[in-house]
T-cell receptor, first 114, second 116 residues
Framework: GQQLNQSPQSMFIQEGEDVSMNCTSSSIFNTWLWYKQDPGEGPVLLIALYKAGELTSNGRLTAQFGITRKDSFLNISASIPSDVGIYFCAGRTGGGGSNYKLTFGKGTLLTVNP | NAGVMQNPRHLVRRRGQEARLRCSPMKGHSHVYWYRQLPEEGLKFMVYLQKENIIDESGMPKERFSAEFPKEGPSILRIQQVVRGDSAAYFC??????????????FGPGTRLTVL
């Protein structure tokens, strides 16, 4: 099946630093999504990307849909303590009647030192 | 709160018992998805349902697992004769549309199942 390779697995940074994480795949995706999961909660959608090359921002978060459709990255600028959590990328293929299935990466655990 | 609701939030079962997980989608959503998350892993698709229909259960184990979304009431994920390997977080998501290119799945808080 499809797999997403997400890196890094974990990051430990100081408050105020910028953060970058990415996902790569051997398969093409038509949609890339970035979610954040807090402990004991479900994933919350941060950014959705629908076109190759698209660059989208949501506050201090910026994500890009790779030109090859096989990768995406998420940047967080000027991190704050509440950015702590697990960040997941997810991809969705289009067409074929199964474009509802989300394939998730294994997550990046972000820890922010105040 | 109009979000996706799941209960119970935590469920403990002994091996061989049955586990029933419930999911109420967001108001106005008629599409429900179930995902399983093992420790330190991403979510894995299990099943996609619409009211009274299973659309895709390709990610669900053939044995012991079943899902339904009746005309009235919540969606139910049932695991019969649970084993230790079933211990995981089970998430439900709902969407208003049918997997369109910009359709968004909204996730519930999950049910953490522990099998002793």
């Amino acid at each position: 099946g499809q797999q997403l390779n997400q890196s890094p697995q974990s990051m430990f940074i100081q408050e105020g630093e910028d953060v970058s994480m990415n996902c790569t795949s051997s398969s093409i995706f038509n949609t890339w999504l970035w979610y954040k999961q807090d402990p004991g909660e479900g994933p919350v959608l941060l950014i959705a990307l629908y076109k190759a090359g698209e660059l989208t921002s949501n506050g201090r978060l910026t994500a890009q849909f790779g030109i090859t459709r096989k990768d995406s990255f998420l940047n967080i600028s000027a991190s704050i303590p509440s950015d702590v959590g697990i960040y997941f990328c997810a991809g969705r293929t289009g067409g074929g009647g199964s474009n509802y299935k989300l394939t998730f990466g294994k997550g990046t655990l972000l820890t922010v030192n105040p | 709160n109009a979000g996706v609701m799941q209960n119970p939030r935590h469920l403990v079962r002994r091996r061989g018992q049955e586990a029933r997980l419930r999911c109420s989608p967001m108001k106005g959503h008629s599409h429900v998805y179930w995902y399983r998350q093992l420790p330190e892993e991403g979510l894995k698709f299990m099943v996609y349902l619409q009211k009274e229909n299973i659309i895709d259960e390709s990610g669900m184990p053939k044995e012991r697992f079943s899902a339904e979304f009746p005309k009235e009431g919540p969606s139910i994920l049932r695991i019969q004769q649970v084993v230790r390997g079933d211990s995981a977080a089970y998430f439900c998501a709902s969407s208003p549309l049918s997997g369109g290119a910009t359709d968004t799945q909204y996730f519930g808080p999950g049910t953490r199942l522990t099998v002793l």
